[in-house]
């Protein structure tokens, strides 16, 4: 594996953890088992059938909450404590048994990708929510799960490509994060005028 596909890998099982921690983690298992993707040795237990066992189930439990409105939201809130340690891990595990210190910085940027990620996801859906129907809720369950496929996808066909188009969802991710923090602290200023002065 060359640096521009091991870069990608592990930006990638972070960026990715951050929307569906378990169906990246159900796919990377699946695709090393079947040889379509090589995985660094490091990484190879992902490829156990207990461990896909296990993605597989979460991510079908983690298909179906997601597509509850509320419920998501809530499932987001416990998904923090696991999304963004395991996204660090899985971004330092990905460069294999590389230098210490590039692992130990692979696994700071990669969970700084994961929360950039999961924190603009379960912003939106916070966003969403405030709708009564329950179809917006849906239609952003299934896009995320898209994402992550087409993702993982690119990620393989185009290293490159798929770093560049990283590059311009965090951008987007960073700018969205910004607009919800303002809205937020707007909504917050407006409903206590007193903390205003």
């Known amino acids: 594996m060359d640096l521009v ?3 990608a890998l592990s930006a990638g099982l972070a960026w990715a953890s951050g929307l569906r921690l ?3 983690i159900f796919l990377a298992g699946m ?14 237990v992902l490829q156990h059938p ?3 066992a296990a993605a597989g189930l979460m991510a079908l439990a983690e298909a179906v909450a997601d597509k509850v409105p509320a419920f998501d939201s809530l499932w987001d809130s416990v998904q923090t404590f ?12 990905a460069l294999g048994n590389a230098d210490p210190a590039w692992v130990a910085a692979a696994g700071l940027i990669g969970g700084t990708i994961t929360a950039g990620t999961h924190f ?3 912003g939106s859906r916070l966003a969403i929510n405030a709708s009564p129907e329950p179809f917006s809720n849906w239609l952003a369950s299934l896009g995320e ?3 992550v496929l087409g993702g993982v996808w690119t990620l393989l066909a185009a290293p490159g490509l798929f770093l560049g188009l990283l590059a311009l ?3 987007l991710a960073f700018w969205l994060l910004y607009r919800l923090g303002r809205g937020l602290g707007h909504l917050f200023r407006s409903r206590n005028p007193e903390t205003s002065r």
């Open 5 to 7: 596909q091991t870069v």
């Open 82 to 93: 696991i999304r963004i340690p395991a996204g660090a891990l899985l971004a330092a595990l």
């Open 50 to 52: 207990a461990v896909i």
């Open 120 to 122: 603009a996801k379960a």
């Open 22 to 24: 378990y169906l990246v």
């Open 169 to 171: 969802f965090l951008l």
């Open 31 to 44: 695709l090393a088992r079947f040889g379509y993707l090589h995985l660094p040795e490091t990484l190879l």
């Open 145 to 147: 799960e898209g994402l």
